[in-house]
């Protein structure tokens, strides 16, 4: 088993995740905690299931703010996703959900774009926005531009959006432009 807890910080707006990620022979599994400043302030915990090729099996996403407690869960239904326990069929083939207030969902595509520089991976994705706790189909592209260093398009809700990443050799965020970067607790 290999265990381990990540920081990262907002750049964007004030905010701090704190993330413990262990990686067992049946799967890896994930809890974080999220507090920011932004969208009226509020506390998220997101609880990720995996399994080892690092697809997403599961995640609860709680949320606490001015409007109170709320819960969103999303699970794999074959090739598309329940939210909350009904069938969504306009997730149909989303290959994975990304959350909106973690770079920590980055990590299941990027570590399935191809290795080459110029190679590419777009994608279908079940977009959870994290302080509405809504879910919605979106698509996104990687970009390999060398070791450890892709570029994100975004080609959805969001199109037009780009963004640098700076990834570790385990997929997982070091940098991302404009929202993130990883940091580590005083020794």
């Known amino acids: 088993m290999s265990a381990s807890v990540l920081f990262w910080r907002r750049t964007d707006v004030e905010g701090l995740e704190r993330l413990e990620l262990a990686i067992e022979p049946g799967g890896v599994t994930a809890t974080s905690t999220v507090i920011c400043l932004g969208a009226g302030g509020f506390r998220l915990e997101h609880r990720w299931r995996l399994d080892l090729e690092w697809h ?6 709680e949320r606490w703010n001015s409007q109170g407690h709320g819960v969103l869960r999303l699970e794999r239904a074959g090739t598309g996703w329940r939210v909350d326990g009904l069938p969504r ?55 390999r531009q060398g070791p450890g260093r892709l ?12 963004a640098d990443l700076a990834v570790d050799d385990a997929g997982l965020v070091l940098h991302y432009e404009h929202l993130f970067e990883r940091v580590a607790p005083p020794a």
């Open 56 to 61: 997403a099996q599961s995640v609860t996403v």
């Open 89 to 143: 069929p306009d997730l149909e083939g989303a290959e994975e959900p990304d959350l909106s207030v973690t770079p920590f969902c980055n990590t299941f595509p990027i570590r399935r774009t191809p290795e080459g520089i110029g190679e590419s991976l777009p994608l279908d994705i079940a977009f959870i926005d994290g302080p509405a706790l809504t879910v919605a189909r979106s698509s996104q592209r990687y970009d």
């Open 151 to 162: 570029r994100y398009v975004d080609l959805g809700l969001s199109r037009g959006f780009e």
